[in-house]
Structure formats: structure tokens, C-alpha cells
């Protein structure tokens, strides 16, 4: 998947075939994290047409980690893939600064390889941990 791409053609790339009921709780469409604080109940509607709430502490959280012209381009949720076969995650990082946020949660330099994080269980576990409402898993049949 080329990084470059806007959200809603990652969104059908993901949305086609079999993994189309893994996938019916991704939302329609990411927002931003500095959008998401002018909102009573900051969401993004699903796929499925539930409501995906995100945790006004996980907000802060991040906007703690960026500045305010990052927060105007972290789109919300952050996706993780999870492929078949695979022992590490990935984090999709289209940009910079989802590159920056995952680094800050984990304390440490990563690598963005073809606009994805590799994660391995134990920082994914960290990320959720920290995260749990602003990432989502996206499903991938990629081997």
C-alpha cells in the first residue's frame, strides 16, 4: 500500500471480499484530533453504523505528544493492521506524525517502511494500552 494514499482508498482496499465482515467496525472516515476537541462526544461513525467514541483522556494524551499545526493532521483512529501469518502488527503512518506519536508511546526511534510501523506484541500491547480508543485494528489477508 503506497502511504500516499487518502484514507477512503485504504478504507476499499480493506472493505472488499471476505474481509469485509472483519472489517465493518472501521469508520467511514478519520477525523481530526484537533477537530475532536471541539465535539461534546468526540466520534467517528462506523462502517456498521455504530458510533465510535473516543476517550477525551486519550486526546489529551496525544495532544500532550504534538504540537498544535501536529494536531491539525493526526487523523483519528490510527489504524493497526493484523495479517494472517504474521508475528509483528503495523501501525498505517501516511505521515510524520503518526510516525512521531508512535515513537513518543514507545520511547523509542522507528522505522517507516512502505508507510507501515512494525510492531511486535509487547510495544503493541503498550500502544493499545495507552490508545485503546484512538487506534483500531484494521483485518488484512496480506501473507
Not at 494536531?71 to 503512518?93: D, H
Request: net charge neutral.
Amino acid at each position: 500500500m503506497d502511504s500516499g494514499l487518502p484514507y477512503e482508498s485504504i478504507l476499499q482496499k480493506y472493505l472488499t471480499g471476505e474481509l469485509r465482515v472483519l472489517n465493518a467496525h472501521l469508520p467511514g472516515s478519520q477525523k481530526l484530533l484537533s477537530d475532536l476537541w471541539d465535539e461534546e462526544y468526540p466520534h467517528v461513525l462506523c462502517n456498521d453504523g455504530s458510533i465510535h467514541l473516543f476517550k477525551r483522556k486519550e486526546l489529551k494524551y496525544l495532544a500532550g505528544l504534538i504540537d498544535a499545526d501536529e494536531q491539525k493532521m493526526l487523523s483519528l483512529p490510527i489504524l493497526i493492521e493484523v495479517s494472517a501469518g504474521r508475528t509483528e502488527m503495523a501501525v498505517l503512518c501516511p505521515g510524520e506524525v503518526e510516525k512521531k506519536v508512535i515513537q513518543k508511546v514507545l520511547d523509542m526511534p522507528l522505522d517507516v517502511r512502505e508507510g507501515r510501523i512494525a510492531l511486535y506484541r509487547p510495544q503493541l500491547a503498550l500502544v493499545r494500552r495507552l490508545l485503546r480508543t484512538t487506534t483500531q485494528y484494521v483485518f488484512s489477508a496480506q501473507l
